[in-house]
């Protein structure tokens, strides 16, 4: 697979990453090591809040996202990082035994205009569980390197 | 320590929490599981990158901000959760072996229009290091729940 470069990436291109199954005892230890509220540790607890059962952390889902974007396209890119996030959303319980998938959407393409060696990519990258339900989308511009020039016939 | 309730929280009140130690076995493990690009796992390929070294998933300065909330204030509250977050700023890299505070502000608060056992408080989020070096912003809404009415005295 050819290593994707800043000129790669298309306003509007719309690729699937995933999936990635998420176990009741990952979601219990990320929980329970970053995000320690009752709600996503012990089902009993959870039953009576907003989510209506044991649910993973936001910031587990956003993790997991991460995990599927980089072993979907980063790590075969010229990615130089990212300034922060423009937005998250968490639209709905993330369920322990879920098996999650990411469509990621390209929004808009800019070069840098403090750097000629780089290009930012803003995308959407919504994040889905299998029974299609749409469970987080995030907003979020990446820096890549740009593509070398063409090397010199003579 | 009493319970805080939506009624606790006060526009422009600022709290200190921490601080967390992060090791560098945990940036590392953190990224090989989340975020594994080169630039958070290994010295040598960082020190060609905009980080200038080793630095940690700004991931990880999420989760690591959140546990600390979680225990400064979140798991003596109401805390309904949140339904997203409006803004993350990565601004400095986060070393290994930094020590972690975070100073929260509270920006405002609103009541929920369609949930009336229930408020909003938006906060932003300021994670530093030991240098005082501010790592990441985070601008975001927790909703919590209101103050029980007083009981009768009847």
């Not at 989510?51 to 936001?58: H, N």
């Not at 990621?104 to 060696?117: M, Y």
């Not at 299609?132 to 090397?151: A, D, N, Q, W, Y």
Request: hydrophobic letters at 40%.
């Amino acid at each position: 697979m050819p290593k994707l470069y800043w000129e790669d990436f298309k306003s509007g291109a719309v690729a699937e990453y995933g999936p990635r199954l998420v176990t009741r005892d990952e979601v219990v230890s990320f929980a329970a090591e970053f995000d320690p509220q009752p709600m996503h540790l012990d089902e009993e607890a959870a039953r009576g809040t907003m989510l209506g059962g044991l649910a993973g952390s936001g910031w587990h889902t956003c993790c997991l996202t991460m995990r599927m974007i980089a072993d979907g396209f980063i790590l075969n890119s010229s990615s130089m990082g990212g300034p922060g996030i423009e937005e998250v959303k968490w639209l709905a319980p993330m369920r322990p035994d879920s098996k999650l998938t990411v469509r990621a959407t390209v929004l808009e393409t800019r070069a840098s205009k403090s750097r000629p060696d780089m290009g930012l990519v803003k995308f959407v990258f919504e994040t889905l569980d299998d029974k299609g339900t749409l469970v987080m989308s995030m907003t979020t511009s990446l820096m890549f390197g740009r593509s070398p020039p063409e090397k010199s016939a003579a």
